[in-house]
Every structure is written in C-alpha cells, then in structure tokens.
C-alpha cells in the first residue's frame, strides 16, 4: 500500500501529511494548560482536531514543559481513563498515541483502545521497550537531553557549537533499541526532540541537517516526526523571543511547510 505507518488501528498512509493533534490533560502544560483538563472539554478539542484535519491523536495527562513537577501513574491514569473513554465512543476510527514514559499507564492504556505509544525518553525504560515490543501499537520514540529527568530547566542560551552529530548518534541508539526488541521498523516513528534538554544552536543546526537526517540514519524521511509546535525554538529563529507559545502557530505552519518540502510527513501540532 506505499508509504505507510503500522498502529495498533492498521495502517496509516504516509503518501500524504499526517498530523497528530495534540490533546493535554494537564493542568500545566506550556501552551493550554488547564483548558482540556476535563473529560468534556477534551473531547469537544478532540472533535475540533479531527475536523480541521488531524488523523490521529496524541494524548497526555503529564506535563513536559521545563520544570514542570513529575506527576505519578495512577494519577497521570485518573487523568486518562475518562478521556479515552470518551474517544473510543465518540471517534472510535481515530487512532489514539498516548504520551508516557510510564510502563503501567501504557499497559493500562492499549488496554483501553490507545494504538500508538509515544515515549520522550526514547524507551529507555525496559517496561516501556516491553509494552512497545509484545503487541502492535505504533511507536513514537523522542531523543531527549534534559539532565535529572524530562522536568530539567532549559540550557536554551547556552553556547553550543550546534553540531548535529551528538542528536545523530542517540537517534541511532533508540533505532537500535527498538530493533533490537523486535519492534517492526514499519511501527517506527524516531522523533528529533526539538527543545527538550537541549539549546538553540544546537536546534538551529539539527533543523539545518534535516535535508540530510534520513541519509545520516539511514531511515525513511517519511518515519521521521517533527513536533515543533508552540515551541520556543520557533520564536528564536523568528527573531521573537517573547512571543508567547499559544501565538506561534503560524510560525509551526511555515516550519511544517520547510519540512513538507524535504520528504516529512508526520507532525505532531497543536493546531491544523
């Protein structure tokens, strides 16, 4: 069927755009915190989503803005479990990506219609390898560099010489773990992680290296995510670095368009 992403709800072509709405349930994220926290308002943004155009959905319950505090499982799961209740029965040919680093709540939620696991630490928890390897969800694994945690504060002004090289080796790392697991590589989205852990310069150059990143790693641009939305990384390069997240989605517009042109298929946004 051409270019294409396995899930847990079949397959999702990638010949064309696929974006991933992204839905928090948290009282704290950068950008919304607080506005979806209840079931009702996170399925009206659910359905908002999908209409403007989202073909999947991703999901989150912990924040991980910086210095954002770490949030347990049972809660990060009372935060979940109504709304994907909600969308199993309201949009139930929506495939479903739940953001977590946290093997109980992923476990708990394929059990309950999630298809597609998204991790921002790149699985490096074996729980987690475990729960994406013994079934068919998609796979979404995020590079990250935040010292002490995904909550870490920012090193976004540092002097950085912005090589790529370092962001390079750890993709390869994380294809390498899930690989090595037995997770399908048509299951397989690797993620960037703009923003997380690391500085601008280093954004910068990342962002510059995207025309050569699938060569470098020797994986398909099309299984490649870009999750920009909203962040600061945005407002730098505009020359706007006080421009608040929720502002910035013309910005991750044009971004998505710079990627478009170079073969990327798959975004994760706030906004479609």
């Known amino acids: 069927m051409g270019k294409a992403w396995l899930t847990g709800l079949g397959a999702l072509s990638l010949e064309e755009p696929l974006f991933l709405g992204i839905l928090n349930i948290t009282p704290d994220s950068f950008s ?63 495939p479903v990506s739940l953001d977590t680093r946290h093997a109980p709540v992923a476990v708990r939620g394929l059990a309950h219609g999630t298809t597609i696991l998204n991790d921002v630490t790149g699985f490096q928890d074996p729980a987690m390898l475990d729960a994406a390897a013994t079934g068919t969800c998609g796979v979404i694994a995020m590079r ?67 025309d050569r990143l699938p060569a470098a790693l020797e994986w398909p641009v099309e299984r490649l995510c870009i999750g920009v939305s909203r962040k600061r990384f945005l407002a730098w390069r505009a020359g706007q670095k006080s421009l608040p997240a929720e502002q910035r989605d013309d910005l991750a517009a044009a971004a998505h368009q710079e990627a478009l042109a170079l073969g990327y298929r798959v975004f994760r946004t706030h906004r479609i």
Do not use: C
Not at 64 to 78: F, I
């Open 32 to 94: 919304d915190g607080g506005r979806f926290l209840e079931p009702q308002a996170a399925l009206a943004q659910a359905g908002n989503l999908v209409a403007k155009g989202a073909r999947a959905l991703d999901l989150g319950a912990e924040s991980t803005r910086p210095g954002a505090a770490a949030v347990a499982p049972d809660l990060e799961w009372a935060r979940l479990k109504p709304v994907l209740g909600l969308l199993k029965a309201h949009l139930p040919g929506v």
């Open 144 to 210: 990250s560099l935040t010292a002490g945690g995904v909550y870490a504060m920012p090193r976004y002004d540092q002097a950085d010489p912005g090589q790529p090289e370092a962001a390079l080796a750890e993709l390869r790392r994380i294809r390498d773990r899930l690989l090595g697991a037995g997770v399908a590589p048509e299951r397989i989205l690797l993620d960037p992680g703009f923003g997380f852990g690391t500085t601008y310069a280093g954004d910068l150059a990342l962002w510059r290296a995207l």
